[in-house]
Nanobody, 119 residues
Framework: VQLQASGGGLVQGGGSLRLSCAAY????????MGWYRQAPGKQRELVAL???????KYTESVKGRFTISRDNTRNTVALQMNSLKPEDTAVYYC??????????????WGPGTLVTVSS
């Protein structure tokens, strides 16, 4: 099982970006999916999380600007980021709690995609 993300890049403040992530492999069930980020010199923090049932959770600083969504039929999760601010600059990591076929479930992480917001 692996996660593959795309969509990072450089954008001006106030602009938008969309991150996408797909889970591949022998998957029995995908539970929570989400996005974390890590800015230079800071700890990794949760940005947004979505359950398999569609319930969402956001960190306070992105509420009203970011929207997380998922497609359970394709095991994908997306993060639409609007009104981006320079403080959103970070490496964004896709996350998923997955139960693979024939194995115990655990957390999986994508390799990270850089989002840079210029002022």
């Amino acid at each position: 099982v692996q996660l593959q993300a795309s969509g990072g890049g450089l954008v001006q403040g106030g602009g938008s970006l969309r991150l996408s992530c797909a889970a591949y492999g022998s998957i029995y069930k995908v539970n929570d999916m989400g996005w974390y980020r890590q800015a230079p010199g800071k700890q990794r923090e949760l940005v947004a999380l979505i359950t398999s049932g569609g319930s969402t959770k956001y960190t306070e600083s992105v509420k009203g600007r970011f929207t997380i969504s998922r497609d359970n039929t394709r095991n994908t999760v997306a993060l639409q980021m609007n009104s981006l601010k320079p403080e959103d600059t970070a490496v964004y990591y896709c996350y998923a709690s997955i139960t693979p076929e024939y194995y115990v479930g655990r957390d999986y992480w994508g390799p990270g995609t850089l989002v840079t917001v210029s002022s």
